[in-house]
């Protein structure tokens, strides 16, 4: 396991005879290596040991400052993962005998982690289709309390400034020119290059409002799924920069924007979908989905190039080479169809308490990629005030004038929308389908349709479990049955009925609610977008998303 020639000889020797010292005791080493560190792994603890490197982006090449680097890494790395990293060992006694924690001078450096196997990894789970929605929804949440709780980076800093996000994204092209693929990478990059210039003015300009709203904050900054692991049934995420404050220092949509495009890629833009719709759902930043487009480009981009120098990196073996010449090619590829305009759309549901409209509006936002608005969050985020009636008449009505406000800024950022709500009242459908006709695009009701005792059963069981957003009880339930006011004739012809009654398999609703995306096809052109009709909905991605 000869370390690489990137780092000095001595130090390489160092890390040689440390490995055998850890074996000496009996317990096999496994021994992985970045461009930037070594980790040795030895039963239940691995070792990462920083390379005495000065590039561009870090300095790693004295003593103290690698010590600094470690003790960091355990710093950020614990915000996240504090189950991973147990502090910083000092590797002490003659560099021909080093000994970990050992006394004397330390002579290097290593952090201190529990070990994982490599099956924890996202990117080992979702190769072989062992990642779960419940895993999504965890980092999810997890990523949601890490940014609402991050520090946020002083008015007057430099990171997250409209100059700093441009220049980022041209440097990461200047930086892949020299290793994209022949022609074809070439006229990628070019077009990447026209498409950001096009989108300068109002990328500044949302760029500037964020880092005044406070969104620029100390993030993971590297959220790929190599990066992501599963221990013990929790979700954490670990490796975070922590050698270049401007690579942190970033937008936390730019932080998700990496996780989001990665599943993307891997074959699973259901899981993306449900990773951004749980994510807003816990924090509600709607407004950075306006930049989230771009910062799926840049991140694609970002693994484009990792994979492209790691594939003519000397001595990659020929099958590395050519697997992340691959990876390379397909993160490229994403990026160029990353950038098309998005297929902005509204779905509208329908039905009362416990008629399994939630349910079918999850589903439809892993088929579309969209957003779910839904009526039982935002009707608490309006007003937590104690003693509030949530569903009485005043709440409801500005319930209702903020999904439809949520819905434009949401279909104007070039996302499809699913409105999670009621709707039981005829003047609030026409309402909320205005909206749509007002912006051109297409719009389906989709009715959730189940008989009234399992309604109740539903809601009662709900009730029982608690954990839902949903505080509709047995007595919500019956008053909306009482005061629901049927779809009109014009209503009834353009609906699509999911009956939810049979509780249904995943696989059964999704075929289920297929029709759904079909009817938003079968929107008149007239009352269409262009970007709607042009763009990637279609039967392929219906098949696509129906193999994940």
């Known amino acids: 396991m000869p370390p690489s020639g990137d780092a000095p000889a001595a130090q390489q020797a160092l890390v040689r005879r440390l490995a055998c010292a850890l074996a000496a005791g009996g317990t096999p080493v496994q021994y992985f290596e970045t461009h930037i560190s070594w980790v040795l792994v030895c039963g239940a603890h691995a070792y990462k040991l920083k390379k005495a490197l000065r590039l561009p982006f870090l300095d790693y090449a004295t003593l103290a400052a690698r010590r600094r680097q470690c003790e960091r890494e355990c710093r950020l790395n614990r915000r996240l993962a504090p189950g991973l990293y147990l502090g910083v060992s000092a ?17 290097e450096y290593a952090v201190r982690m529990r070990a994982f196997a490599q099956s924890a990894l996202w990117s080992y789970r979702i190769a072989r289709g062992l990642l779960t929605g419940t895993e999504v929804d965890r980092l999810a949440a997890l990523l949601a309390r890490f940014h609402r709780d991050a520090a946020r980076a002083p008015p007057d800093s430099p990171w997250g400034t409209p100059r700093q996000v441009a220049d980022t994204f041209g440097a990461t092209l200047d930086a892949l020119a020299g290793a994209a693929p022949g022609d074809v990478g070439r006229g990628v990059l070019a077009g990447l290059r026209a498409w950001a210039a096009r989108q300068g003015p109002a990328l500044a300009a949302l760029a500037a409002d964020r880092k005044r709203g406070g969104m620029v904050r100390e993030c993971h900054g590297d959220l790929h799924c190599g990066n992501i692991l599963t221990r013990d049934g929790t979700v954490m995420a670990f490796d975070c920069i922590e050698f270049d404050d401007s690579l942190r220092w970033i937008d936390v949509m730019d932080d998700l924007a990496f996780v989001h495009m990665d599943l993307a890629c891997r074959g699973r833009p259901d899981l993306a979908a449900r990773l951004l719709n749980r994510y807003l759902e816990e924090g509600g930043d709607y407004a950075g989905l306006a930049l989230l487009r771009h910062y799926r480009v840049h991140r694609a981009l970002v693994r484009a190039r990792v994979m492209l120098l790691r594939a003519g990196a000397p001595g990659t073996p020929a099958p590395e080479r050519a697997a992340c010449r691959r990876a390379g090619r397909a993160y490229l590829a994403f990026a160029h169809h990353a950038s098309r305009y998005g297929a902005p759309a509204m779905v509208v549901m329908y039905g009362p308490a416990g008629s399994g409209k939630t349910t079918v ?16 969050v935002e009707r608490k985020r309006l007003d937590r005030a104690a003693g509030v009636d949530l569903y009485g008449d005043d709440m409801t009505r500005r319930t209702y004038e903020r999904l439809g406000e949520l819905a434009r800024a949401v279909t104007g950022a070039g996302w499809p929308v699913v409105i999670d709500a009621a709707c039981l009242a005829a003047v609030q459908r026409p309402r909320l389908r205005a909206v749509a006709r007002d912006l051109g695009l297409p719009c389906v009701l989709v009715v959730a349709q189940a008989g009234r005792d399992l309604m109740r059963a539903r809601v009662a069981a709900r009730r029982r479990a608690g954990g839902d957003a949903s505080d509709a009880g047995p007595e919500v339930l019956e008053r909306q049955l009482q005061a629901a006011q049927p779809l009109s004739r014009g209503e009834r012809r353009h609906a699509v009925v999911v009956d939810t009654g049979a509780a249904p398999g995943a696989q059964d609703l999704r075929a289920a609610c297929l029709p759904v995306v079909a009817a938003l096809r079968r929107v008149p052109v007239q009352y269409a977008s262009r970007a709607f009709q042009a763009a990637h909905i279609d039967t392929a991605h219906i098949e696509l998303v129906g193999r994940t």
Request: proline residues 9%; neutral net charge; glycine residues 12%.
């Open 91 to 107: 590797v002490a006694g003659d560099p021909a005998r080093p000994r970990l924690d050992g006394a004397g001078a330390p002579i």
């Open 361 to 376: 509006a999850r589903m439809l936002v892993e088929l579309l990629g969209a957003v779910q608005l839904r009526s039982d």
